[in-house]
């Protein structure tokens, strides 16, 4: 059974910055494609990141620059590391598999959630 636990969200001021932590079971991350994701109050869900291969990796316009996602294969663990957080930035993040230009129907955790004041 595949679980994906999201942490590392919290509340921050417009140009700090955090590490999320998608801790995975059932699911070796180092054979799968892996991505973030988030959706904000009112919105759909979206890929923010993802990494495939042995270090490829995606981003969406809005935090190339800004944000890293990377991943331990050891602790079976997804990272994004964000810096420089906008007011729009403000999500619950969540982790699950990449499948390219479409939402992945299962596995979602409770996400994390971040918050950045103006």
């Known amino acids: 059974q595949v679980q994906l636990v999201e942490s590392g969200g919290g509340l921050v001021q417009s140009g700090g910055s955090l590490r999320l932590s998608c801790a995975a079971r059932?699911?070796?991350?180092?054979?799968?494609?892996m991505g973030w994701y988030r959706q904000a109050p009112g919105k759909e869900r979206d890929l923010v990141a993802a990494?495939?291969?042995?270090?490829?990796?995606n981003y969406v316009d809005s935090v190339k620059g800004r944000f890293v996602i990377s991943r331990d294969n050891a602790k079976n663990v997804v990272y994004l590391r964000m810096d420089r957080l906008r007011f729009e930035d403000t999500a619950v993040y969540y982790c699950n598999v990449y499948i390219g230009g479409s939402l992945p129907k299962d596995n979602w955790g409770l996400g994390t959630q971040v918050t950045v004041s103006s």
């Open positions: 990494i495939y291969g042995r270090t490829r990796t």
């Open positions: 059932g699911i070796p991350v180092s054979e799968h494609a």
